[in-house]
């Protein structure tokens, strides 16, 4: 969590780095985020809390030590008592072997009171106020993320606003010299030109904004005109 929090707030050294990719693009008439930010928002939620809960199903390394010290122990007495059975002479001393004895493990690490990774987890007070600020991070960074929309919206206004038959018909109406349908013409040539210029990421703080969707969106938009 520290690292995540680093990584999307930065701290006095470094800048936040964009781990997350939204898209921009064109839904129906509207300019939208795809994922939209909410879902964003939603996602990294429910990964600090699956981060906690998976954390907390790992187990000491020495309850694991000491099951597979056990487990082995177990298979050695079986071994050894299968041994005895056959090689049972006479007047042969039997060899006595406290199993139960060779099971604990060196009495340092036996005498070790052990707190489980999730008790260590809910005590830890840094917890709350890490994932605190992550949230507020990726949510101050959502919230200045629908300027971007705006070029775009700009790019795409017209078309949405005026269909391609009535802004012929008013063309006839007002019976255009064909001059003026070559400046339309020009018009739309030089907008494709600028979108294809316009970026095709963009860096907000965490998030990276890809733009390469929306401008093949609106450059078929002005072909298609």
């Given at each position: 969590?520290?690292?995540?929090n680093?990584?999307?707030?930065?701290?006095?050294k470094?800048n936040p780095?964009?781990?997350f990719?939204?898209?921009i693009?064109l839904?129906?008439?509207k300019v939208?985020?795809?994922p939209?930010?909410?879902?964003?928002?939603?996602?990294i939620n429910e990964?600090l809390?699956?981060?906690t809960?998976n954390v907390?199903?790992f187990?000491r390394?020495e309850?694991l030590?000491?099951?597979d010290?056990?487990?082995?122990?177990?298979e050695l007495?079986?071994l050894?008592r299968?041994?005895?059975?056959?090689?049972?002479r006479?007047g042969?001393k039997?060899?006595?072997?406290d199993?139960?004895a060779?099971?604990h493990l060196?009495?340092?690490i036996?005498s070790?009171?052990l707190?489980s990774?999730?008790v260590a987890i809910?005590?830890?007070?840094?917890?709350?106020g890490?994932?605190?600020?992550?949230?507020d991070?990726v949510?101050k960074?959502?919230?200045?993320?629908?300027?971007s929309l705006d070029?775009?919206?700009?790019h795409?206004?017209?078309?949405?606003t005026?269909?391609?038959?009535?802004?012929?018909?008013?063309?006839i109406?007002?019976?255009?010299?064909?001059s003026?349908?070559k400046?339309e013409?020009?018009?739309?040539a030089?907008?494709?030109?600028?979108?294809?210029k316009?970026?095709s990421?963009?860096?907000k703080?965490?998030v990276?904004l890809d733009?390469?969707?929306?401008?093949?969106?609106?450059?078929d938009?002005?072909i298609?005109?």
């Amino acid at each position: 969590m520290v690292d995540l929090n680093k990584t999307i707030n930065g701290d006095k050294k470094t800048n936040p780095t964009p781990i997350f990719k939204l898209s921009i693009v064109l839904d129906g008439v509207k300019v939208v985020f795809s994922p939209d930010t909410s879902e964003l928002q939603k996602k990294i939620n429910e990964t600090l809390t699956g981060m906690t809960e998976n954390v907390s199903k790992f187990q000491r390394m020495e309850v694991l030590m000491k099951e597979d010290r056990v487990k082995k122990i177990d298979e050695l007495e079986k071994l050894d008592r299968e041994r005895a059975e056959q090689d049972q002479r006479p007047g042969m001393k039997k060899n006595e072997i406290d199993y139960e004895a060779r099971k604990h493990l060196p009495e340092e690490i036996e005498s070790r009171t052990l707190t489980s990774f999730d008790v260590a987890i809910a005590s830890d007070g840094d917890l709350p106020g890490l994932s605190k600020k992550i949230l507020d991070g990726v949510q101050k960074t959502c919230s200045i993320l629908p300027e971007s929309l705006d070029p775009w919206k700009k790019h795409t206004s017209f078309f949405y606003t005026t269909s391609k038959e009535k802004f012929a018909e008013q063309m006839i109406d007002r019976k255009e010299p064909l001059s003026t349908l070559k400046s339309e013409i020009e018009a739309y040539a030089t907008m494709q030109d600028k979108v294809l210029k316009d970026k095709s990421t963009e860096n907000k703080a965490c998030v990276q904004l890809d733009n390469s969707i929306i401008k093949n969106q609106i450059i078929d938009l002005v072909i298609s005109w």
